[in-house]
């Protein structure tokens, strides 16, 4: 088998493995479109350059630390848990029951953007509705929504509203995350019908106006939020299940209406290969290869979207070298974060995040700003290119936990002759020498070993 076909079947393995063992994960569509309009193509490649995101999931599955919305799809794999005392039916109804428990009395989105500027991401995605239906914007469609409920009195239960506004101070990109499913509405999941599974319970050309009706309400929903809660520069919408020609949402005219409000909106309709898709999103995983396209993986912190008790988080290593792959393969990280039910990032996960950006404050040029070389890995080295393709950063990612060792090589993006190399950890020369066509470099010697990456930046020789 030839090495390229046995990396993509290893991947496509370890993708089925992982959504075994970590629930439903969204496969990234093949192919992509380019936009043609000019102010969302500059906006992509000013997206490009922030690399880092985070992405907030926070609402009623807050409350007692559950699976995201999914635990109310009645489809029978092992990653939706659901209480097996309570039937089905009576489960959804203890569901819906936590919009009049969710009070996050602490609810501090200025904390938040503050965490998230110190870990050195540049971009904020906020879950404005998952698929529970759950608003957490004060939308005048429905009432099944953070402003309906005990919190509704408290002058920040317009939530979206603040989270928007907090990171705009901190001068992220902001976007809106909008599930076109939505599991409460009568026009998308009807009680007459049983719930099978997370499509639509009726059949459409049965029922045209009820489907239309939904059409509409989806529509005026994301109408709310791109009148009325300032600038924002993508719109990130989930379920991709939804889509033409079975379950045309009328994307046409939802795109429309969205740039008529904010010109230049990056539209990530997930999974829908199109002009709609303007950076792909694969899920819990790293593509095998580099692509010259837009794309980011979205990837949580834990093992989890949202909040739950007692999770095990990834090291601040770990996120590292995931930051590092993506980059070198020409993609974002976005980080999924979830929020405590009383509205707060907890102290464990501040503590990680602001190692990630004390790593970032010395050794971001290699990440921000850069763009894809065609050389882009080699064994524990991972290489990003300036703008300027003939500067270099050759980033090393020690072995889980392990310190790193005297010296390290690579093979190919040889260095010029005579040029300098820069660690820039130290901000000094490092020794290095060409060893068997293999550049071969001398680690510094720093008072306190790291296990964490070391970047190196120099001039690529373009004749070798």
């Given amino acids: 088998m030839k090495k390229k076909q046995l990396i993509i079947l290893c991947t496509l393995l370890l993708s089925n493995a992982l959504q075994a063992q970590q629930g439903f994960v969204h496969e990234r569509s093949h192919g992509y479109v380019w936009p043609e309009e000019k102010d969302v193509l500059e906006k992509l490649d000013r997206w490009q350059d922030l690399k880092f995101g985070v992405l907030f999931h926070w609402g009623l599955y807050s409350v007692p630390g559950i699976v995201e919305s999914w635990s109310i799809c009645s489809e029978d794999v092992d990653w939706i848990p659901r209480d097996s005392t309570l039937s089905y039916e009576d489960y959804k109804k203890w569901y819906w029951g936590l919009k009049d428990r969710f009070n996050p009395v602490d609810f501090n989105p200025d904390q938040w953007s503050e965490v998230m500027q110190q870990a050195g991401m540049k971009y904020a995605i906020f879950t404005t509705k998952h698929h529970d239906g759950f608003c957490l914007f004060d939308s005048k469609e429905t009432d099944f929504s953070i402003a309906h409920g005990p919190f509704g009195n408290h002058p920040k239960a317009d939530a979206a509203r603040f989270v928007f506004e907090a990171f705009r101070k901190k001068d992220f990109m902001v976007g809106a995350y909008f599930s076109k499913p939505d599991w409460h509405s009568q026009n998308y999941w009807w009680d007459y019908y049983a719930t099978p599974n997370r499509n639509v319970n009726y059949k459409i050309e049965r029922h045209p106006q009820r489907w239309e009706n939904f059409r509409r309400f989806t529509y005026h929903q994301i109408e709310e939020l791109m009148t009325g ?61 580099q692509f010259p396209y837009p794309w980011e993986s979205c990837i949580p912190l834990s093992s989890d ?9 990834k090291s601040p290593a770990e996120v590292i070298a995931l930051l590092i792959e993506v980059t ?63 500067t270099l950063y050759a980033h090393y990612i020690p072995p889980h936990g392990e ?37 071969r470099i001398t680690l510094p010697k720093m008072k306190n070993k790291t296990t964490l990456p070391l970047v190196f930046t120099y001039q690529k020789d373009i004749e070798r």
């Fill in 229 to 289: 809660y300032g600038d924002l520069d993508i719109l990130w919408l989930d379920g991709g299940w939804v889509a033409a020609p079975r379950q045309d949402i009328g994307m046409d005219d939802i795109a429309a209406m969205a740039r008529r409000n904010q010109p230049g909106m990056l539209i990530v309709d997930r999974t829908i290969r199109g002009k709609y898709e303007n950076y792909q999103t694969p899920e819990r995983s790293i593509p095998a290869e």
């Fill in 403 to 439: 310190e790193s060792p005297d010296f390290i090589e690579w093979e190919g993006n040889a260095p010029v002759r005579g040029t300098k190399m820069i660690c820039l950890q130290t901000n000094k020369p490092v020794k290095w020498r060409l060893v068997d066509n293999k550049t």
């Fill in 328 to 390: 070198a393969k020409g993609g974002n990280l976005l980080l999924g974060v979830g929020p405590t039910p009383q509205g707060l990032i907890q102290p464990e996960v501040a503590v990680i995040l602001k190692q990630i950006g004390d790593w970032l404050d010395i050794n971001g040029r290699g990440i921000y700003h850069t763009r894809i070389t065609p050389q882009y890995h080699s064994g524990n080295v991972w290489f990003t290119a300036a703008k300027d393709p003939q």
């Fill in 305 to 313: 979207w949202g909040w739950i008790p007692d999770a095990k988080f």
